[in-house]
């Protein structure tokens, strides 16, 4: 700390106090004036010291520096009081805002002007005491305070809070009328409380209102609209915006400015603009802020382009910009979802060194080893979170127990739980669906029913990411009166089925041709306001094709038409098998020539299915039309498409197209199956010696 002399004058310690860059320095400057013997502060020097310690961190000062003022008996300027007042404001200290206001006489031996009848006016407002501020706003008039500009700024900043936009707008009007003149601020807190709550088309009429007034925008209104535009993901507005921006002479972009462009474009995956809003802004010789450089990283690793974020990080280094720990962690995460293992552990490293791990940089290092299939790593890195007792979260056991789980160590993941909650630690119900549903694809329903009571015991709310894999392992394991069970204790405990849910069901219940069952769940979804996906259909049709009700599908599938619905191809599909199964090729080849008609395309299963059907039939000169079609409408045949028509050629006769057919499949690289290999030596042994092919 500066050695002060002495005798000090407070001109001396004015300009120390100026050259002091640290507010705490500062102030530790200026206690130490206060403590040598003959010396008193005046005026300037209190209200150079309360501006540098405004912030809510050093506020407490603030409030010991007024009692200083106090004991001093200082005689001050109303600018001092509102320092102190807006210093209260900004920290939300209404309270002690009106205690000041009401002692200023006693304290800073002035009287209360309009500036700090406006100052306590927007302490109540920031503390969001709004009605407390609207009986203040009324008492000016009994004490002959007449509002100003300022005044009726703060009334609009209450209209905006109280979301009354309408009465905002109306103030505006009337402060119009009375050739009162709002300013920027005036329009900027509109425009601001309307983009906020999403009505952008109204900020868009107050803002285009400025330029009828004669009145320019400033760049925070621009900044506010851009930003409102591309959170809302409407690119051609927030764009249109910025052309008016730099296209007009009096207001020019700002850093904030260029951080909102590049963080909306790349949010909406426009990375090549972002990058070109970098470039301008270097140009320009416009400073960029961590902001700046950590919107980009976190842009460009989403979308997989590392080494541009890498280009990134080096230029920030290179231009000593402070690297903060989200930055590192956007980075971190676009190494693991990239794949380059040795580039994360090696900025693992470094963050290290730097001090900059946190609980989120653990989770992205585990989730991204896991995804990468590095067990052992993630595992690593897991004991070491542990060891230095950093504390996970719910979300780390999330990461650990699905990472386990997915990569087949489903017991460590259990033991991972078990020792969790021994332990205390809060689990959510991620990791509990992880391990419900490795439990339930092993055909382990029991012990999967017993996590999810477990849950229930420990206050973690049930979710269908839960339930859905426990219904789906019991109708796997053909448990469906279990599954109805388990259904309905979802319901009582208050976690809705979703259509999922009820999918699940549908299908095992066709499966086991309880199709009335199924019928009643699709009711009871309809009952209930859930509308049944073509999922639900598809399902149900292919349980009663399955189960050879084709009349019944084929109702179905009148019912799906009647509801205004358009079955995909999928549905299509389905149908089609049914229709060739039973033996309806007619109506098959219908349906088939309809696609096109409904906008729903054939694809190469489609072509499989139908061929399929035809040469069951016999229908080999039809079959060989759609394999034409197939080809004409640039579908590359598959060794299903191979085996079907060799099959079907042999089944005709037609032994030695089939043969030339299976040399074609060998030419286009497609390798024959035991499947190919059986049809063709049956259809050789059927015919004789291989001499007669020729």
């Known amino acids: 700390m500066v050695e002060l002399p002495n005798p000090l004058s407070a001109r001396q310690l004015f300009k120390l106090l100026k050259a002091e860059k640290s507010p705490k320095s500062a102030l530790a400057l200026f206690d130490s004036a206060s403590r040598q013997p003959g010396y008193t502060h005046s005026p300037h020097i209190f209200l150079l010291i309360l501006r540098r310690i405004s912030d809510p961190k050093l506020v407490v000062h603030v409030t010991r520096i007024v009692e200083l003022i106090k004991t001093q008996k200082c005689k001050c300027t109303e600018d001092v009081v509102l320092t102190v007042l807006k210093a209260y404001a900004k920290s939300k200290m209404p309270n002690e805002a ?27 407002i920031e503390a969001n005491l709004l009605d407390k501020a609207e009986s203040f706003l009324a008492y000016f008039e009994t004490v002959g305070i007449l509002p100003n500009l300022q005044t009726y700024n ?79 993901g409407d690119y051609v507005q927030g764009k249109e915006i910025w052309e008016r921006l730099v296209k007009g002479s009096c207001v020019y972009p ?39 450089y950590s919107s980009l990283i976190c842009g460009l690793c989403d979308v997989g382009n590392v080494d541009g974020a890498v280009e990134v990080y080096k230029e920030m280094v290179k231009r000593s910009v ?18 380059k293992i040795k580039e994360s552990f090696e900025l693992w490293v470094m963050m290290g060194k730097e001090n900059c791990h946190n609980v989120v940089s653990y989770n992205i290092f585990i989730r991204g080893l896991f995804e990468n299939r590095k067990v052992e790593e993630a595992i690593s890195v897991w004991e070491l979170l542990r060891r230095r007792g950093s504390g996970a ?12 789980c997915k990569n087949g160590h489903l017991n460590k993941a259990l033991k991972i739980l078990k020792e969790a909650k021994d332990g205390g630690d809060k689990m959510d119900a991620f990791a509990y669906s992880s391990i419900v549903d490795g439990l339930s694809k092993q055909g382990r329903v029991d012990e999967a029913l017993g996590i999810v009571h477990q849950m229930d015991k420990y206050g973690c709310e049930l979710s269908p990411h839960v339930c859905n894999p426990l219904i789906n392992g019991f109708v796997r394991a053909s448990k469906l009166e279990e599954a109805i069970c388990f259904f309905r204790e979802m319901e009582s405990k208050g976690c809705s089925p979703t259509v999922v849910s009820y999918n699940t069901l549908i299908n095992g219940l066709c499966k086991a041709e309880r199709f009335s069952d199924a019928y009643s769940f699709v009711k009871e979804m309809l009952e209930k306001d859930w509308k049944p996906d073509m999922i639900t259909y598809s399902l149900l049709m292919d349980g009663l094709c399955q189960g050879k ?13 009647v509801k205004g619905l358009e079955p995909d191809v999928t549905m299509h599909n389905i149908l089609m098998h049914g229709l060739c199964s039973a033996g309806k090729i007619e109506d098959a080849l219908l349906l088939y020539s309809n696609m096109k008609q409904s906008n729903c395309l054939p694809n190469l299963v489609t072509h499989n299915t139908l061929m399929d059907g035809l040469y069951k039939a016999r229908e080999c000169e039809m079959a060989s039309v759609i394999w034409a ?18 099959k079907g050629l042999c089944s005709c006769g037609r032994i030695s197209d089939g043969i030339a057919l299976f040399d074609d ?20 042994l059927k015919l004789g010696p291989l001499d007669s092919l020729s």
Not at 630 to 641: T, Y
Not at 665 to 684: C, E, M, Q
């Open 322 to 339: 402070v690297v903060d720990v989200v930055t590192y962690n956007a980075l971190l995460n676009g190494f693991c979802r990239a794949g």
């Open 549 to 561: 009700k084709i009349d019944m599908a084929l109702n179905l599938w009148h019912q799906v038409l």
């Open 154 to 232: 703060i009334l609009i900043k209450i209209s905006v809070k109280k979301r009354q936009f309408v009465e905002a707008k109306g103030l505006l009007d009337w402060m119009w009328s009375k050739d009162l003149k709002p300013d920027v601020y005036s329009y900027g807190t509109v425009i601001n409380g309307m983009v906020k709550s999403g009505d952008l088309a109204s900020a868009l009429e107050v803002f285009d209102e400025m330029f009828e007034r004669g009145l320019v925008p400033d760049v925070m209104c621009y900044n506010i609209m851009i930003d409102g535009f591309f959170k809302r």
């Open 393 to 404: 979260d719910s979300t780390t056991y999330g990461v650990l127990i699905h990472g386990l």
């Open 629 to 646: 079609c197939m080809i004409k409408n640039g579908f590359q045949p598959d060794i299903i498409s191979y085996n079907i028509t060799i």
């Open 98 to 124: 009106l205690d000041c206001f009401q002692k200023m006489e006693e304290i800073f031996g002035c009287k209360p002007g309009i500036r700090s009848y406006n100052a306590l006016l927007n302490a109540f």
């Open 665 to 684: 499949a060998l030419k286009h690289g497609i390798l024959p199956t035991s499947i190919t290999w059986y049809i063709l030596v049956r259809a050789v």
């Open 254 to 292: 700002n850093v904030v400015t260029y951080n909102v462009m590049i963080n909306g474009l790349c949010k909406m995956g426009r990375f090549d603009e972002s990058l070109e809003m970098w470039e301008r802004m270097k140009k320009n010789e416009c400073e960029m802020d961590l902001f700046t």
